[in-house]
């Protein structure tokens, strides 16, 4: 419980946090109680701010608010304290905005250690946002800041004109909003600090500038379809969810396939990994993001190495371990993310900060930190040698966590490294004495007696495992399988017959369908080698054959795996032959939506506005903006009522003051319904109708003479 309900604060709170304790991801409700400790002072909410930083580490969205209380409390240590906890993490805009205010407000630029300050700041942002879609304010705030700064001499107004420059050339060759204006303002400001080459150097430019141009348009689409501003919660497989992932990937794949023609290899990783940062903050939960952007990171430092480039392989893979050190946070238990900075550092050769790693993973995994034994024991021998791996199994054998895995793992080791067999078989019985024996266990010892050629021994493993309690019926006709496949190659006739009685002994358990005879596909299993059979396909699945040394298929399906057998049989399967199929590819999905008079009811048949009109559009807020006032309807009919005509004089006179993109818009209005009324009057009038209807005018003439 949190210091809300401690406090004795309302009751609507403390329904809040019962709420949270039921669903700690529940959004409405840290939207709730953010608000609530917004109106309180920040000494008092401390632990509350803290908690919710720590549920929501990657988003920035409650560090925001955290250090705006900070702020205003003028707390400006603790200020520091939480922009080195979360900056350099989360690839926010908005908080790196957020940064740069700070900066500017509490270290004003009226001296020169401040606006080296200030600098550093917009540097340290443009590198980690820079390639965001909305950063063109960033951009343009850096330049006016450097155009402000005090230039006293010619070198410091060329160093400062030469600053402008290089922000300028990132900012334009960058796709965001509004580089239109970027590009605009780069040509001004060329032509006023060195004229003769201005036009050379924007030249130069102008290339990266109208490609970044046409990918700002693509990419607007894809970045506006992210759900970036919702707070992260685990995976519930909600069509919206797989959705956001689908663009999530979108935005991704669009870097990958260098859209800007990018010639420098390390900018293009770092727009990849920009865009794998930006799904992490949003969407931590997804764990395959977190692997791909692991291999991604080692794959650019992979190739930076092998370039010689050694500075950004380093930088390359401290990204990549500040990211996964991120996942840890998160997934403080799970071993994969400590398995993945461990292959980090040691591909950079650092065996110290290995050990260090595995030692925080065995501390850290609570329930079962056999795989976390094995890969340091493994490491051990390729960092150290056979003898300090066996210092690592040594102690994992008196944890009392470990599972028979690390045996098996151990036991491999020593044959293929010293070639011992007999320590590995040792090793091996070791398990029967501390641990219940599994299938996967029984199956590893007993392919390694059979490469020893221990037919004795093999023989003994499998009554051991035939008589274990801890092994189920289908495990242990897959043991006899295994052995009968065995004594079918290499044993004698008596051997194999005794082998298949204790087999069928077993089948007589199981409860297969009722329509598969047991017996017959015991006889077929006995002949089979490898992938091949005795029976075509089509024989074995009209006799509903089962596969005895499979034990998948003596497991009993689920209702969720028939049904998602079903489905996915369902959505594969081919059009019928002789029947005619639509199209799907080419058919749109039907949206239906609220009916609005400014949209056709029916998709196409758009046409665009006149200029005039588009002009007035743009300047119009969107109707979702709109929230009220709405007036009374009948008011507002009965005062056009009530309104008195004007004269032609007094509407000549109050157009002259007209802007005249709005006179234009009230002539097309004047036109629309002039147009409008001769359709109604040739509805309602019959001889107006066909007033230019050549044939009824000719024969209205021929009636007319005949009639005289």
């Known amino acids: 419980m949190s210091m809300h309900v401690d406090n004795g604060l309302t009751e609507w709170v403390a329904k809040i946090e019962t709420r949270l304790q039921a669903n700690p991801h529940d959004a409405e409700g840290w939207f709730a109680l953010a608000r609530d400790a917004q109106t309180r002072p920040v000494d008092q909410m401390r632990t509350f701010w803290e908690r919710a930083v720590s549920h929501f580490p990657t988003h920035p969205y409650f560090w925001m608010l955290y250090i705006e209380q900070e702020i205003k409390a003028s707390h400006f240590d603790e200020v520091e304290k939480l922009f080195s906890r979360c900056l350099h993490k989360i690839p926010s805009i908005e908080l790196s905005r957020q940064h740069v205010r700070y900066v500017f407000s509490h270290y004003p630029p009226v001296s020169l250690p401040n606006r080296e300050r200030i600098r550093e700041a917009y540097d340290q942002a443009i590198g980690r946002v820079g390639f965001d879609l909305d950063s063109s304010s960033l951009y343009l705030d850096y330049i006016k800041f450097l155009r402000e700064c005090e230039a006293v001499g010619a070198y410091a107004e060329q160093q400062r004109g030469l600053k402008i420059r290089e922000v300028f050339q990132k900012a334009v060759s960058v796709p965001m909003l509004n580089i239109e204006l970027m590009w605009k303002e780069y040509c001004h400001f060329e032509q006023g600090f060195q ?254 007696m059979m490469l020893q050629n221990e037919q004795i021994n093999a023989k003994i493993l499998v009554e051991k495992a035939l008589n274990a309690e801890s092994l189920a019926p289908s495990d242990k006709l897959v043991v006899a399988g295994k052995i009968l496949e065995y004594d079918v190659l290499f044993g004698d006739y008596d051997t194999i017959q005794r082998t298949e009685k204790s087999r069928a002994e077993l089948l007589d358990i199981l409860q297969p369908p009722v329509t598969t005879s047991l017996t017959a596909s015991r006889l ?62 080419a058919m749109l999905p039907f949206k239906p939506r609220p009916r609005n008079r400014g949209y056709l009811s029916v998709p196409g048949g758009d046409y665009a506005f006149p200029e005039a009109l588009e002009h007035l559009k743009r300047q119009l807020p969107p109707p979702d903006s709109f929230a009220g006032p709405f007036p009374d309807l009948d008011q507002v009919i009965k ?11 007094e509407l000549q006179k109050a157009a002259d003051g007209i802007d005249p993109g709005l006179r234009t818009i009230a002539q097309i209005v004047n036109m629309a319904d002039d147009a409008e009324t001769d359709k109604i009057k040739l509805e309602f009038d019959p001889e107006r109708r066909f007033v230019n209807d050549i044939y009824r005018s000719r024969l209205a003439k021929k009636m007319k003479v005949e009639g005289e």
């Open 524 to 585: 077929v299993s006995r002949w089979n080698y490898m992938d091949l059979t005795p029976l075509t396909d089509n024989d074995l699945r009209n006799m509903d054959y089962l596969e005895c040394r499979n034990p998948s298929s003596l497991a009993q399906p689920s209702p969720f795996d028939m049904f998602k057998n079903t489905r996915a049989a369902t959505t594969s399967s081919g059009p019928k032959s002789g029947v005619v199929m639509p199209d799907l590819a």
């Open 195 to 448: 004229p003769n080459q201005a036009e050379k150097i924007t030249s130069d430019r102008s290339r990266e500038y109208t490609n970044a141009k046409k990918n700002a348009r693509v990419l607007e689409p894809l970045v506006r379809a992210l759900r970036r501003d919702k707070l992260p919660s685990p995976p519930r497989t909600l069509d919206e969810e797989r959705q956001q992932i689908e663009n999530w990937k979108k935005w991704v794949n669009f870097e990958r396939v260098n859209p800007l023609l990018l010639d420098d290899n390390n900018k293009l990783m770092r727009r990849i990994a920009f865009a794998y940062e930006n799904c992490l903050m949003c969407m931590p939960y997804r764990l395959d993001m977190w692997l791909e952007t692991a291999a991604h990171y080692r794959d650019a430092a992979e190739k930076a190495q092998s370039k010689g480039d050694h500075v950004t392989a380093r930088e390359v893979l401290d990204s990549a371990a500040c990211c996964m050190e991120r996942g840890i946070v998160l997934y403080p238990d799970r071993p994969l993310f400590y398995l993945i900075i461990a292959d980090i550092e040691e591909f950079r050769k650092m065996n110290d900060r290995v050990k260090k790693i595995f030692e925080r993973c065995l501390k850290k995994v609570t329930e079962n930190p056999t795989l976390a034994y094995i890969h340091y024991m493994l490491f051990m021998r390729r960092a150290e040698g056979i003898n300090a791996a066996r210092e690592i199994f040594k102690r994992a054998r008196t944890d009392p966590r470990i599972t028979q895995e690390i045996y098996t793992a151990s036991a491999l080791m020593e044959y293929f490294t010293t070639k011992d067999k007999g320590v590995a078989l040792r090793i091996f019985e070791l398990v029967f004495k501390k641990h219940p024996i599994n299938l996967s266990f029984v199956d590893k010892y007993l392919d390694f």
């Open 639 to 649: 005062l056009i009522l009530e309104e008195q005509p004007k004269s032609a004089a």
